[in-house]
Structures are given as structure tokens and as C-alpha cells.
């Protein structure tokens, strides 16, 4: 009997280390929260953990050493039923995202407890900016409401809660190339303005009167815009927030940083010239929760139109600012 055991101890503890480990090398800057999160771990659940397998390679207050790989906690297991179980109790539909994108599965809580806002720059009456590609015209409005709805996809599958300020029952996300044109936007249901400055405060007070009714003291506001400049000026996404707004401000570096780290590891070499800065716009001036504005590109270069034309590109905008936000959040408990 006691040989039978003997042997089932050893065939266990053999089993214990049937699974590879996983490491990996921390990007210049990380901390331990966003190298768990770009690692596809939760830092609420596996920072513990992590520590514990490395504290022999950590350095002073438990920071990462750049070149030195660490042992990444193993993602929790579940069984096969009760993972199709967690899918089906979360699975939610969106109609705005359109017929191929309204269902949705909400995949982690990393965001939970968080509240967004999101605001595509002009619509209805007002196209904005206008940029020639292939001889067609291409319109901000469109482009920038797509990236918008993709973010929103983004951000709900991570748990958050998500207000769309601009709407479009028509246009869904689209894969498309050349984004047709029309003026079927609305504020949350309400038509559009055509003057300037009635249309920027329709917006805000939607904005303010949504974030008075949340409970959520984690609120974050984004407008998305593509900037028009001469056809020769290339432009790296870009962020202002309000000159007031310590947070927004962090929020902008952090985003900041997020699209760099990107850059470098999908693009070695390419480098980043993204910017954060403060500018007194309308919407930084009259919304309340902590705003910040992006600039995804000059929408009148033929290199910029690359960042907008092509859906995954779009696709890859929107995963950024989601993942920025994500560590923005994780920040704010710290």
C-alpha cells in the first residue's frame, strides 16, 4: 500500500510540471501592474503570485529590470463546461455596432467599475475634415465614428460601463475601405446642430448630465478626431487635455506611452512623435469627468490615410486607446 502511494505522489507531482513555463522580458518603462496586463494577466488576481515567483529578480520597491526575463503566473484553469457557461451569461448585444458586430462577450472585469464616454468629433450637418484618397473624398466624421465604435466594442468586452454620445443607427462598424458619407448622426437621439458652438455644448451637457447620474467614481471622457494639415505633414497620433486636469494629463502620457510601446514592438525603429499637451478646445473647457482629446492623424497625407483607410488598422487604434485606458484605471487604484 504504502509503494501504491508512493507512486501516485510521484505521478502527481510530475503533473505539477507537465505545463512550460512562460516568461517574458519587460518593455523599457514597465512596471510590474502594465507588464502583467500586456502579458495577458490581471494584476488584482496574478501580482501576488508574480512576486512571490520572482522576488530574487526584482529590484528595490519590486520594480522590473530591463533584459531580465521573469516567470509570468499561469492563467487559472477552468473546465471546458464552465467556461462555455462564463460565455454564455456573458455574452451582450450592441445594435449600434451594426448586424456583424452587435454581439459581443464580455471577456474580463479589468475594467468593471469604470465609466466612459465617448464622443466622435462632428457629425450630422458637419463632415469636418475632408482628405482625397484614390481621387475619392474621405470624410473625419465617418472614420473617426468608426475608430469610436470600435473603442466602445473594446471597452465593454473588458467589463466597462460605455455611453456612445454620437449615434448612428445606420452605420454599424465597417470594414470598408471608403466609408460612405451621410448626416444621419445624432446626440444620443437629438439632432444635430449646425452651428458650432450649440452643436460642442449639446455634447458636453449630454456628457454631464450622464456622468451626474453614475456612480462610478472612475470616469473617463475621449473625442475623436482626425487633424487636417497640409498634404505633406505626417502626424503620429496626438492627445490635448484640459490645462486644469492633472489627470487628464496622465491619462494623455499614459496613452502616450501605450501607443510608443506599440510602435516599437510591432514597428522596431519606427520611432513615436505622438504629443501631449494642454489646449483650451470647448469640450475640454465645458465637460466634466476627466477629458482628453485625441488626434489620430493627418487625414489629408497619403501615409496618415493608411492609419484610417484600412479596418484593421482602425481595428488596432481603438485595441491602443482601450489598453491605455485599461492601465490608466489600474493606475488610479495605486
Not at 450637418?125 to 465604435?149: Q, S, T
Not at 510608443?260 to 499637451?277: D, I, L, W
Request: aromatic residues 10%; contains cysteine; charged residues 30%.
Amino acid at each position: 500500500m504504502k509503494i501504491y502511494t508512493f507512486f501516485i505522489c510521484i505521478f502527481s507531482c510530475c503533473s505539477l510540471f507537465a505545463f512550460p513555463t512562460e516568461m517574458a522580458k519587460p518593455n523599457e518603462g514597465e512596471g510590474v501592474y502594465r507588464f502583467l496586463l500586456n502579458n495577458g494577466r490581471d494584476p488584482k488576481e496574478h501580482y501576488e503570485e508574480f512576486v512571490k515567483l520572482n522576488k530574487n529578480k526584482l529590484g528595490k520597491n519590486h520594480s522590473l529590470i530591463k533584459g531580465v526575463s521573469y516567470i509570468l503566473p499561469p492563467l487559472s484553469t477552468e473546465t471546458t463546461d464552465n467556461k462555455n457557461k462564463n460565455t454564455n451569461n456573458n455574452k451582450k448585444r450592441e445594435p449600434l455596432f451594426g448586424k456583424k458586430y452587435a454581439e459581443y462577450t464580455i471577456n474580463s472585469n479589468k475594467l468593471r467599475g469604470a465609466t466612459f464616454f465617448l464622443s466622435s468629433g462632428h457629425g450630422g450637418p458637419d463632415c469636418g475634415a475632408i482628405g482625397i484618397a484614390e481621387g475619392r473624398e474621405i470624410h473625419e466624421d465617418e472614420y473617426a465614428y468608426d475608430i469610436m465604435l470600435r473603442l466602445a466594442r473594446c471597452l465593454m468586452m473588458e467589463g466597462a460601463t460605455v455611453h456612445i454620445i454620437i449615434q448612428d443607427k445606420q452605420d454599424g462598424i465597417r470594414d470598408d475601405k471608403f466609408l460612405k458619407n451621410n448626416k444621419k448622426e445624432t446626440c444620443r437621439g437629438k439632432e444635430i446642430p449646425l452651428n458650432q458652438v450649440k452643436r460642442l455644448q449639446q455634447r458636453c451637457d449630454e456628457i454631464n448630465t450622464l456622468s451626474r447620474k453614475s456612480k462610478d467614481q472612475y470616469q473617463r471622457v475621449i473625442f475623436i478626431h482626425l487633424d487636417s494639415r497640409s498634404n505633406n505633414k505626417q502626424m503620429d497620433v496626438f492627445f490635448y487635455h484640459h490645462g486644469n486636469s492633472a489627470a487628464g494629463k496622465r491619462l494623455g502620457n499614459t496613452m502616450r506611452q501605450t501607443f510608443k510601446e506599440h510602435y516599437q514592438k510591432h514597428q522596431p525603429g519606427r520611432g513615436f512623435t505622438g504629443t501631449v499637451s494642454p489646449r483650451d478646445l470647448y469640450v475640454l473647457t465645458n465637460s466634466k469627468p476627466v477629458r482628453l482629446f485625441a488626434e489620430l492623424g493627418n487625414i489629408r497625407n497619403s501615409n496618415d490615410q493608411r492609419r484610417f483607410l484600412i479596418d484593421s488598422n482602425r481595428q488596432a487604434l481603438a485595441n491602443w486607446m482601450c489598453r491605455g485606458f485599461i492601465i490608466d484605471y489600474e493606475n488610479s487604484k495605486k
